[in-house]
């Protein structure tokens, strides 16, 4: 079965660049959730998209950006990367309102030197 | 607002002993409750999930847990545990239309 897909798997950026992380949900999951771990900390709410548009917003900082694709594919943007911005981003994908869990993706390790 | 405590940062245990990681949760509507397995350096693994029916949820890897609406627990347990089991195993709560609220985590060590 198709799974949610992120990529990429690891991305490496110096501090004050930007990178952008790809997030593929499962087909015809309708709402996209993105997450932030940190080292050693539980996954923190950013963002999420339902049907493209966006539906709620946790922590996610004012250099961060995300939108969702008509194609229901989801992009994150970070810019002016800091040293704290390493973690690991989860994406994960759910039908809204169908008694089914959020299935997340492998994540995308991000880390800023 | 939904909330998620895990009561236990860590776990240690010896193998093949039973375990039960806690979980409490707080919610004014309906709650959907599920634990994530995250292995090191892997993603998040859903483990089980309560969603509605029967109290008593069965999972992968032999896990089990059981929704109790009056003590608004859902704690995890396992009778009989692997040095495979390994893991951080976090506690989460959802609405159904809402984002998921992780717990801070339960570190499970496997003693030999």
């Known amino acids: 079965a198709a799974g949610v897909i992120q990529s990429p798997r690891h991305l490496i950026k110096e501090k004050r660049e930007t990178a952008t992380l790809k997030c593929y949900p499962i087909p015809r999951h309708d709402t996209v959730y993105w997450y932030q771990q940190g080292p050693g900390q539980d996954p923190q709410f950013l963002i999420s998209?339902?049907?493209?548009?966006?539906?709620d917003k946790g922590s996610i900082p004012d250099r961060f950006s995300a939108q969702q694709f008509s194609d229901y594919h989801s992009e994150l943007n970070m810019s002016s990367l800091e040293l704290g911005d390493s973690a690991l981003y989860f994406c994960?994908?759910?039908?809204?309102?169908?008694?089914?869990?959020?299935?997340f993706g492998q994540g995308t390790r991000l880390t800023v030197v | 607002a939904q909330s998620v405590t895990q009561l236990d940062s860590q776990v240690p245990v010896f193998e093949e002993a039973p375990v039960e990681l806690r979980c409490n949760y707080s919610?004014?509507?309906?709650?959907?409750l599920f634990w994530y397995v995250q292995y090191p350096n892997q993603g998040l693994q859903l483990l089980l999930k309560y969603l509605s029916g029967s109290t008593l949820v069965k999972g992968i890897n032999g896990f089990e847990a059981e929704f109790n609406k009056s003590q608004t627990s859902f704690h995890l347990r396992k009778p009989s545990v692997h040095i495979s089991d390994t893991a951080e195993y976090f506690c989460?709560?959802?609405?159904?239309?809402?984002?998921?609220?992780f717990g801070k985590g339960t570190r499970l060590h496997i003693l030999p």
């Open positions: 998209f339902y049907e493209k548009m966006q539906s």
């Open positions: 994960a994908s759910s039908v809204r309102r169908a008694n089914t869990e959020a299935f």
């Open positions: 989460a709560v959802s609405d159904g239309d809402d984002k998921i609220i």
């Open positions: 919610s004014s509507v309906s709650v959907y």
